[in-house]
């Protein structure tokens, strides 16, 4: 019968016996590991296969894989997972050089591994993973504090921190609040991801009536009054407040109150965290634009054109249109190719295309009631209001928001 190999047991990407390769000789998978020649997702295979049972003679060539930066980025990551426990590698992945390593995901694993390993020096790095807004990097940051915290106390921890950074003192908001302490303090905070994380984690809300009354701030109000409605639900108390506060809100050159409410209604409530909190507040606080439904919109649009000669096509979703994802705004495609296009926002009456001296499709529209944004209104920078679009939280133009897309 045929000797089992490591080929047989992994011998495509993605199609691993993973059962057969922890039963495998664990010199033969540290072979497969060392093996330069070998595809790197067999590799990492062969790593995790060797958790619990790596050859204590073969460490130091582990080890020195770790530290080829030549090597593959995956199966560095997979070895400092498996020799976490490793003490030997703490002056090597404290060296400044490993948090320049340009593999994917090296920075993060060397951090992490330093926590594993309870380097209280790498508090720092960590806080700044924690303060992230990739969630896995916040993730590794957030669970390589706790471990530290876990194994010196969080006073220990905090030592090793400087609050001068937001980093690090969002991460101190977060350890005084799961030690018990009162953090309402910090929704004055000069940053407004740490003010966001104190309002959520807040569970007082006699606390925060008493906290309004003082607050040193217009925006550590407005954050307070979030945070009760976050605690109460009460819609009513939410908007007594906000009138007390005479209907604090972010001003935009050139954004008019149909525009506002459209753009208010649609991102302020799921906006980022560096986002200014009058954006919440006035969501929750104003009413939401009427108008009629998406399909009635549609109709309309596609009379119009059809009634100016211009031939429309059905109407298809912005995802239909772009071939996936999903957003704000529908597609008419028109003329006898098909090749135009127009496009309707579902956030209100609002309608555009590519070209703003289009001659007949702008003039349809707009005798149909819908409103046309050019290329002035459309580059409106709606400011202090960060919407994910594309890796980016940064505040986006009138024309992104209405016309919205993401794949």
Request: proline share 5%.
């Amino acid at each position: 019968m045929a000797k089992t190999t490591i080929e047989m047991l992994n011998p495509e990407a993605g199609r691993v016996d993973a059962a057969g390769l922890r039963e495998y000789d664990a010199d033969g998978l540290v072979g497969c590991v060392l093996d330069a020649a070998q595809p790197w997702w067999r590799r990492k295979a062969c790593v995790e296969a060797l958790a619990g049972r790596v050859p204590e003679r073969r460490a130091a060539e582990l080890i020195a894989c770790v530290q080829d930066a030549r090597g593959s980025g995956s199966v560095r990551i997979a070895l400092l997972e498996l020799l976490a426990d490793r003490s030997e590698l703490l002056p090597w992945l404290r060296h400044e050089d490993r948090l320049r390593e340009g593999s994917y995901g090296m920075p993060e694993a060397v951090v992490k591994a330093r926590a594993a390993l309870g380097d209280r020096t790498a508090a720092g790095a960590l806080a700044a993973l924690a303060f992230s807004q990739w969630r896995h990097q916040r993730a590794i940051g957030e669970a390589g504090l706790d471990q530290l915290a876990a194994r010196y106390g969080a006073g220990a921890v905090l030592a090793e921190l400087d609050e001068e950074r937001p980093e690090d003192r969002i991460c101190a908001v977060r350890m005084r609040h799961r030690a018990g302490q009162d953090v309402t303090g910090a929704l004055a905070d000069p940053d407004r991801a740490v003010a966001c994380l104190a309002q959520a984690l807040l569970t007082d809300a006699d606390r925060l009536r008493g906290y309004l009354a003082q607050a040193p701030t217009e925006e550590a109000k407005v954050w307070a009054a979030y945070a009760l409605h976050g605690l109460t639900g009460d819609l009513a108390e939410t908007r007594t407040v906000y009138e007390a506060l005479g209907r604090p809100r972010t001003e935009v050159a050139g954004l008019d109150e149909e525009l506002r409410a459209a753009v208010v209604h649609q991102y302020a409530c799921g906006c980022a965290e560096q986002s200014d909190p009058r954006w919440r507040l006035e969501a929750l606080c104003t009413e939401p634009p009427a108008g009629p439904n998406r399909a009635e919109r549609l109709r309309r649009a596609t009379a119009a054109l059809a009634a100016a000669g211009l031939a429309p096509g059905p109407p298809v979703s912005c995802g239909e249109d772009n071939g996936q994802g999903g957003g704000t705004y529908d597609v008419i495609a028109y003329g006898a190719a098909g090749g135009a296009k127009v496009f309707i926002s579902t956030l209100g009456r609002f309608a555009t295309d590519l070209d703003d001296d289009e001659p007949v499709v702008r003039p349809a529209l707009e005798s149909a009631g819908f409103r046309w944004i050019d290329q002035t209104v459309g580059a409106i920078r709606v400011t202090g209001l960060g919407v994910y679009h594309f890796g980016s939280r940064d505040p986006l133009d009138v024309n992104s928001l209405l016309f919205y897309w993401q794949d």
